[in-house]
């Protein structure tokens, strides 16, 4: 029989774990990769990154039920991360989601080609429709099953919340988050813009998610939706000149991040009221992701 740790140590090992399941994952993935350059003196730096990330990917979505099961004690892994449910239903969320992010690219577009800002130049080809299809639905799927599917559960069981019912846990996905996808190499105000909107997309994508009763299909056409529109608009319909304005359109330049500019942060900000149920005197009250049947 195995001697039991104390309390103090069973909590550094389990948080020590949590810290380094998806690294150790990530390492795996780009290792597994590697192999490629014997086939491939020189490969693309981008083709074995993507490749990389891609095997990481599917050793998370392979490893993840075992995980539950055993870290979090759940006889059933898919419900808790927010996969199981009707697939109807996982459809209808999914449509909800992406017409929510259709929503809040439209006005962006739209003060864009008023203002002068960008230029509409359809150059629409099915290389670009194609990328575009393959973030909104290789992003949203694999992010949203680890940052508000993973991530905001685990963060439950080590915050003495399993339900995920309060908002420590719900605040600290969405920081993590943020902090994940900022770019570090801009200047402070900018970076801080960024950091700000990233934040509300991840607590607004955790609120979809409960929502929607614990299913992630909201959260992964919201996502999707963000990620592959803006591609698609940027690369195949809109220009946008090197003069326009970050303070709108966010930080980056060329490579701008909407979700860091004030049109970014004032539409998350109405979709989370929205999202909050808010009306004058009344508390919505929350309720666990994995509430989906």
């Excluded at 810290?19 to 990769?33: D, E, F, H, K, S």
């Excluded at 609120?207 to 299909?217: E, F, M, N, T, V």
Aim: proline letters at 7%; one cysteine or more.
């Amino acid at each position: 029989m195995a001697p039991r740790l104390r309390p103090g140590l069973r909590a550094v090992r389990a948080w020590s774990l949590t810290l380094l399941y998806v690294p150790l994952l990530y390492a795996a993935g780009w290792l597994l990769a590697l192999p490629l350059r014997i086939w491939r003196p020189e490969p693309e730096p981008a083709s074995i990154a993507l490749i990389g990330t891609g095997i990481s990917v599917l050793l998370l979505l392979a490893t993840l039920p075992g995980w539950v099961r055993r870290r979090w004690r759940s006889k059933a892994p898919w419900r808790e991360l927010g996969l199981a449910g009707p697939l109807r239903q996982q459809l209808l969320a999914w449509i909800r989601g992406l017409l929510a992010s259709a929503a809040l690219l439209s006005p962006l577009v739209v003060v864009l080609l008023l203002g002068g800002w960008a230029q509409w130049q359809p150059r629409l080809t099915a290389g670009i429709a194609g990328n575009a299809l393959a973030l909104m639905l290789g992003v949203g799927l694999a992010e949203e099953v680890l940052f508000r599917g993973w991530l905001w559960g685990e963060l439950g069981q080590r915050l003495g919340d399993p339900g995920c019912r309060q908002q420590p846990a719900l605040l600290s996905q969405a920081a993590v988050f943020s902090v994940a996808h900022t770019r570090f190499n801009l200047g402070p105000s900018a970076m801080l813009s960024l950091l700000g909107g990233l934040l509300l997309l991840g607590w607004a994508l955790a609120l979809q998610r409960r929502r929607d009763g614990g299913r992630l299909g909201g959260a992964i056409g919201f996502h999707g939706g963000l990620v592959g529109g803006w591609f698609l608009l940027v690369a195949g319909l809109v220009e946008l000149p090197a003069d326009a304005p970050a303070l709108l359109i966010g930080p980056g330049g060329a490579a701008a991040n909407p979700i860091g500019g004030l049109a970014g942060w004032l539409g998350l900000g109405a979709w989370l009221v929205h999202l909050q149920g808010w009306r004058p005197g009344r508390r919505r009250a929350g309720r666990a992701p994995a509430d989906a049947a």
